[in-house]
C-alpha cells in the first residue's frame, strides 16, 4: 500500500496534536478549554487519516458527521 504525501503530513499533525495533548495535562495549571480543543483536532485528524486508508483500500470512506 502507497500512502500520499497528505496521508504523511496527517501522520505527523496527529503526532504533534498529542505531544501537545500529553504537555497540556501535564501542565500545573492546564486549560481545559485548550485541551478540549487539542483532543477535537485530534479526533478530525484520526478521522481523515481513517478515511485515506480505506479508499486506499479500495473501500468506500464512511460518511463523517459534520462538525458543530
Request: net charge positive; proline share 7%.
Amino acid at each position: 500500500m502507497r500512502f500520499s504525501p497528505n496521508f504523511y503530513r496527517l501522520t505527523v499533525l496527529h503526532r504533534q496534536l498529542d505531544e501537545a495533548e500529553r504537555y497540556e495535562v501535564r501542565r500545573e495549571s492546564a486549560d481545559p478549554l485548550r485541551l478540549l480543543r487539542l483532543k477535537t483536532l485530534k479526533l478530525a485528524v484520526k478521522e481523515r487519516l481513517a478515511a485515506i486508508t480505506l479508499r486506499s483500500l479500495g473501500r468506500p470512506a464512511p460518511r463523517l458527521a459534520p462538525a458543530r
